[in-house]
């Protein structure tokens, strides 16, 4: 069984992650799609502290992949649930031709085997909602490469057939089926103005009053996880 497969990326400010998650996604998807806001989310500027001027994001898309379509879309603050929903049901409008819909964040990371291994399971089962259990099948990286902790915990949506739309919180029209394979997906989300090296050591709590090392006794086992080497060449 194969399919054709596209890619959705929601693009603001991912200045730092776009050219090395595009080389990594490229040879495994049929077409890259990319929603490009024209202000930032709310949700996402509030919580990651996100400027409200725009970066050069863009502009290293089309300088570096001109075959990328990119559509512009200006992001609603009517209903906060549906974060993301509608700018991914924007995105979803303009690839209905394709079996299967990607979608990855731009600061997602896997390495190759690990890709193959997706992609094998997406050409070659029939769901309509594909999820990774993050509990599992993630681990999210605090100010750089060294320090990653499997503490996500959530199944969202990252492969949909794109006929049907997202709903409220990220909603599905079909269960979600967790992908069974042994892979890790590399989360560069936390890499955030708070986190400080007072923080990785303890010293400090978090904003929300947490120790680095109460995340490390609960989700690690007291250990950090690094970034693969693999990963980390993208970025060079």
């Known amino acids: 069984m194969s399919k054709k497969i596209a890619a959705l990326l929601l693009n603001w400010n991912c200045e730092r992650f776009v050219i090395p998650h595009i080389k990594m ?8 799609l990319v929603v ?3 202000r930032p989310w709310r949700n996402y500027r509030d919580e990651h502290n996100i400027s409200v001027q725009p970066d050069n994001s863009e502009q290293l898309i089309r300088q570096n992949f001109p075959d990328i379509q990119i ?25 209905q031709d394709y079996d299967l819909v990607t979608k990855f964040d ?5 390495t190759k085997e690990d890709l193959d291994k997706l992609f094998n399971y997406l050409h070659n089962t029939p769901y309509a909602n594909y999820a990774l259990d993050t509990s599992k099948q993630a681990v999210d990286y605090y100010y750089d490469w060294f320090h990653g902790i499997r503490d996500q915990l959530e199944t969202d949506p990252i492969a949909v ?7 409220p919180l990220l909603s ?17 989300r936390n890499f955030k103005e708070w986190v400080t090296p007072e923080w990785l050591e303890s010293k400090i709590p978090s904003p929300h009053g947490v120790y680095a090392q109460d995340l490390l006794i609960r989700y690690n086992k007291g250990d950090w996880v690094e970034v693969p080497d693999e990963i980390k060449e993208l970025f060079k």
């Open 71 to 95: 559509e512009y879309y200006e992001p609603q603050d009517d209903d906060l649930t549906m974060f993301h929903a509608n700018s991914l049901n924007y995105g979803l409008s303009f690839l």
């Open 36 to 38: 490009q806001a024209t």
């Open 161 to 167: 057939n794109p006929e049907y739309k997202f709903g």
């Open 172 to 188: 599905y029209e079909f269960p979600r089926h967790i992908i069974e394979e042994k892979l890790t997906m590399h989360h560069f």
């Open 106 to 110: 731009f600061d997602q990371f896997f």
């Open 25 to 32: 996604i490229k040879p495994y998807v049929d077409k890259i």
